[in-house]
C-alpha cells in the first residue's frame, strides 16, 4: 500500500505498536517501536529554520524524545530548538537551526532503538532528497511479504532509501561542497572515510548483502555528520560559540553543586561508599574545551563539555538518590539530623534551574514543575520557624516532604 502524503507535512503523529520486518531496528533493542503517520521508524527530513510538531500517543513507558544517539535509552538529549522532550502523551515541537546537526534520531528514553532517522537539510535541499527516497518503496509490499520467520532483518528497499539520501548528503550537499573547500584536514579525512564506506555499502547492496549494506552506510552518515561538524557555517559558528559558554557555565556549577554534596556526606558516620566521580577527568574536559575553542573548534568543545555535563550530571543524581539508601545515618542530635534535611533539600532544589535549563522541558512541564516547587518552597519555609521553636522531630518530616516534592519535579524533567 503506498503511504499518503501528510495533509501536513510539519506535523507528524507518533504512535506505538509491535516492530514488523519494515522497521529500520527490526529485531534490534525493544521488541515495540514508534509509528510515525502509520509508518513504522518512518525517516523525516527535516528543513532547518521551519517548525515540526510531533504529536505523541505512546505510552506511560515509552517517552518520546530527539537524540544525538541511534540507540537513545536516555543518551545524547538534543534539546536546542526542542519544547517537549520526554513526551508520551502530548506535543513535542522542533525548530532545527542553523547549528543543527545533518543527522538527529527520535528515540524513547527507556528502551533502546524503538526510533528512527531524523535528516536535516538546508532549504532547497529537501525536494531532491523526496524525490529520490520516493524513488524506491520503504516498506516491502504486505501482500508479498514471505512468512514472518522468512523475511530478512533488512528489507532492500530499507537500503536503497538509505543510500539514496547518503548519496546526496555525503558527495552533493552544500555541507560536502564547505567541506571540501576548507582547510580542516581532519573533516577532509572523515568525508574520504565516508565516501569509502558509501562506495563499499553499494558494492554490498549490489552483492544483495543487506545488513553489510545498511551498516556500512550508516557508517558513512556517521562520518559524513562528523566532518560537518567539524566545518560548521558561519551562522553556525555562532550559535556553537554561544552553546560553548552556556555548557563551561553549566559543568561548572554541576561540579560545585557535586563536591558540595561529597563533602556533606563524608561526614556522615557509618557510612557506605560514596558514589565516585572522575574529578581529574572533568578538569581535563574543561582544559580540553578551552583550548579547542581557543583554536575555532567549538563543535568539538561543545562535545567534550557535553560529555562531562552528562557524567556530572549521573554522579551527582545517583548520589542524591541513593543517599537514603546508601547510608546508615546516625546522628547524635535532632538538630544535627534536622540540620543534615535541611542540606539535602538544597541540594535538590538547586538542581531545579540548572534542569529546565539542560533538559529544556515544554512550557507546560516547566510549570508543573513550578507547583511541586513552590510546594516544597512553602512546605520548608513552615519547617524553619517550627525547628527554631526546638521541634526538630515535625521539622525534619516537614523537610522530607519537602524534598519529596522537589524530587518529582526533577522527575518531570527527566531528571533521576
Not at 365 to 388: C, D, S, Y
Not at 392 to 413: D, E, N, P, S, V
Request: net charge negative; aromatic share 8%.
Amino acid at each position: 500500500m503506498v503511504q499518503k502524503e501528510d495533509v501536513n507535512p510539519f506535523v507528524f503523529q507518533v504512535t506505538l505498536g509491535l516492530k514488523d520486518p519494515s522497521h529500520p531496528y527490526y529485531g534490534v533493542g525493544d521488541k515495540y517501536g514508534f509509528i510515525v503517520d502509520g509508518v513504522q521508524g518512518k525517516s523525516l527530513i527535516l528543513v532547518r529554520g521551519k517548525t515540526y510538531t510531533f504529536k505523541v500517543n505512546t505510552n506511560v513507558q515509552h517517552d518520546f524524545y530527539l537524540s544525538r544517539s541511534e540507540t537513545g535509552w536516555g543518551a545524547a538529549t538534543y534539546s536546542k530548538g526542542v519544547e517537549g522532550n520526554f513526551t508520551y502523551n502530548g506535543v513535542v515541537t522542533f525548530t532545527p537551526d542553523a547549528s543543527a546537526p545533518d543527522v538527529l534520531y527520535y528515540q524513547c528514553r527507556n528502551h533502546k532503538n524503538m526510533g528512527g532517522v531524523i535528516h536535516i537539510v538546508d532549504e532547497g535541499e529537501e525536494d531532491h532528497v523526496k524525490v529520490k527516497l520516493a524513488a524506491t518503496p520503504a516498506h516491502p509490499a504486505v501482500a508479498a511479504a514471505p512468512a514472518l520467520e522468512d523475511r530478512p532483518r533488512v528489507s532492500k528497499g530499507q537500503v536503497q532509501q538509505k543510500l539514496a539520501f547518503a548519496e546526496l548528503f555525503v558527495n552533493q550537499s552544500s555541507a560536502a561542497r564547505r567541506i571540501e573547500g576548507s582547510g580542516n584536514t581532519v573533516a577532509q579525512g572523515f568525508l574520504r572515510d565516508a565516501r569509502d564506506k558509501l562506495q563499499a555499502s553499494r558494492a554490498a547492496f549490489d552483492e544483495q548483502h543487506f545488513e553489510q549494506a545498511l551498516a556500512l552506510v550508516d557508517e558513512s552518515l556517521r562520518l559524513m555528520s562528523e566532518a560537518s561538524r567539524r566545518v560548521p557555517a558561519e551562522s553556525d559558528q555562532a550559535a556553537l560559540q554561544e552553546r560553548f559558554k552556556e555548557l563551561l557555565q553549566g559543568v561548572e556549577t554541576f561540579q560545585a553543586s557535586y563536591q558540595r554534596n561529597y563533602q556533606r556526606l563524608s561526614k556522615q558516620r557509618h557510612r557506605k561508599e560514596i558514589p565516585q566521580l572522575d574529578v581529574a577527568r572533568i578538569e581535563a574536559a574543561k582544559t580540553e574545551a578551552r583550548r579547542l575553542a581557543e583554536e575555532g573548534d567549538y563543535a568539538e568543545a561543545v562535545q567534550v563539555l557535553s560529555r562531562a555535563q552528562e557524567d556530572l550530571n549521573n554522579a551527582l543524581t545517583d548520589m542524591l538518590h541513593e543517599e537514603t539508601m546508601s547510608y546508615e545515618l546516625v546522628f547524635e542530635t535532632p538538630k544535627e539530623e534536622y540540620e543534615y534535611e535541611l542540606a539535602r533539600y538544597e541540594s535538590y532544589e538547586e538542581l531545579i534551574p540548572l534542569a529546565i535549563e539542560q533538559r529544556r522541558p515544554s512550557p507546560q512541564t516547566v510549570e508543573l514543575m513550578n507547583r511541586f516547587v513552590e510546594k516544597a518552597k512553602g512546605i520548608k519555609a513552615q519547617a524553619l520557624p517550627t525547628a527554631a521553636k526546638g521541634d526538630y522531630k515535625t521539622a525534619i518530616l516537614m523537610l522530607q516532604g519537602a524534598t519529596t516534592h522537589i524530587q518529582r519535579a526533577l522527575r518531570l524533567a527527566g531528571v533521576r
